[in-house]
């Protein structure tokens, strides 16, 4: 029985380690980032919007999930031009965010702050976060416009 309880011990102990070191984003500084806030709007009803904010988390973002049967509503207030529209808006870092966007350009994003209102990829590629199946083809995002028209190519990964 002892070596049971040690066991459980050792175990949570482990566990709240690795807990631990997947939350904190601790450079060699010894500093640590704040969350990054980003709002998702999606239907109530769409699986693979729930996915992309899972994957969101995952990657250290401090996720508000919005449902709404409104998305188009907030499509437009928010500037998403019709040719780059998908199934669900993300605010972060000041930027809309359309679609299913790895977080790598997310990334490249917030640290180049450019004057645009956003990026977008149109549709749900296969592949990408949030989507099933492999990815058949390079993701092409695309600059929003401060004028809500796009751009050009922002980047392809």
Do not use: W
Request: charged share 20%; glycine share 10%.
């Amino acid at each position: 029985m002892k070596k049971t309880a040690v066991f459980i011990v050792v175990l949570v102990i482990i566990i709240s380690g690795f807990v631990f070191f997947q939350n904190s984003t601790e450079h060699k500084n010894g500093q640590k980032d704040a969350k990054v806030a980003a709002t998702i709007y999606k239907s109530p009803t769409c699986g693979c919007c729930g996915v992309y904010a899972s994957y969101m988390k995952k990657e250290g973002y401090d996720v508000e999930i919005k449902n709404t049967e409104e998305l188009s509503a907030i499509k437009r207030e928010l500037g998403v031009p019709y040719e780059l529209e998908s199934c669900h808006t993300t605010k972060v870092g000041g930027y809309v965010v359309e679609g299913h966007i790895p977080e790598e350009a997310i990334q490249k994003l917030l640290a180049e702050k450019p004057d645009i209102k956003g990026i977008g990829m149109p549709g749900m590629p296969s592949g990408s976060p949030g989507m099933p199946g492999l990815k058949t083809d390079s993701f092409v995002i695309y600059k929003i416009m401060n004028d809500g028209t796009t751009g050009d190519i922002f980047m392809m990964i």
